[in-house]
């Protein structure tokens, strides 16, 4: 190696480490822009399904209000039941 060689390897590794400190920015720049992407897209998209979610939600509290009727109308028949049942004990004894 002579002098100029000496010389010029301080030089490139100046350059390769100002080189890396670009690419290190850079890709620190892309993953703060995909970070916020990642927000935006998800509050977007959490506006847009929220209503949904509130319109199935309402399904099912309708479906479970049909269920409940439901199963108070069969109470009342196995009371109705139950009656009847006690009646022709009667008749029957």
Request: proline residues 2%.
């Amino acid at each position: 190696m002579n002098s100029s060689d000496t010389a010029q390897m301080p030089q490139w590794l100046d350059v390769l480490a100002k080189l890396a400190t670009i690419v290190i920015a850079i890709v620190a720049l892309i993953s703060a822009l995909a970070s916020v992407n990642f927000f935006v897209v998800r509050s977007v998209v959490a506006e847009q399904i929220t209503p949904q979610f509130q319109q199935i939600d309402q399904r099912f509290q309708q479906v479970d209000l049909h269920f409940q009727q439901v199963d108070q109308r069969i109470q009342q028949m196995d009371q109705r039941l139950e009656r009847i049942e006690i009646k022709l004990d009667k008749i029957t004894n």
